[in-house]
């Protein structure tokens, strides 16, 4: 069952070129309001003001900042589920990213249903 938008907690999306950021908002325009963080700094900032339901980590960040920002967001009290959207489908770099917190790591270009459904699987209710 799809709760509605106003039912849901946001999503917060981390890195990404603006093409593949107006794909995401299209994706959970309906189910979710998405928030954007252009970098790891930025999206700490976002989750110490707000509840997010998941965070959508765009990799890879510049310097690996994308491992980096998964161990920031383990060590928050309660830390939102991250899914990892990448072009890498090297299994040690997605062997990396679930023991650094990922739920789930999703290969770049993505499904859109499939990436709805890990969403919807993991994310914090309200």
């Keep these: ?3 509605a938008r106003s039912k849901r907690l946001p999503l917060l ?4 070129d603006c093409d593949l950021r107006k794909l995401l908002a299209g994706v959970f325009r309906k ?8 970098s790891p700094t930025a999206a700490l900032r976002h989750l110490a003001e707000k509840r997010y339901g ?3 980590v765009i990799g890879p960040l510049p310097d690996g900042g994308e491992w980096e920002l998964m161990d920031a967001i383990s060590r928050l009290g ?3 589920p991250i899914v990892l ?5 090297d299994p040690s770099a997605e062997q990396k990213a679930l023991r650094k917190g990922a739920v789930a790591v999703v290969l770049l270009p993505f499904d859109v249903r ?7 699987a993991h994310e914090l209710q309200p």
């Design 1 to 3: 069952m799809l709760l």
């Design 13 to 16: 999306a981390v890195g990404g």
């Design 31 to 38: 189910t979710h309001r998405l928030d954007f963080a252009a």
């Design 54 to 56: 998941a965070v959508l």
């Design 78 to 80: 309660e830390n939102p």
């Design 85 to 89: 959207l990448t072009t890498h489908s």
């Design 114 to 120: 499939e990436l709805r459904r890990v969403v919807q």
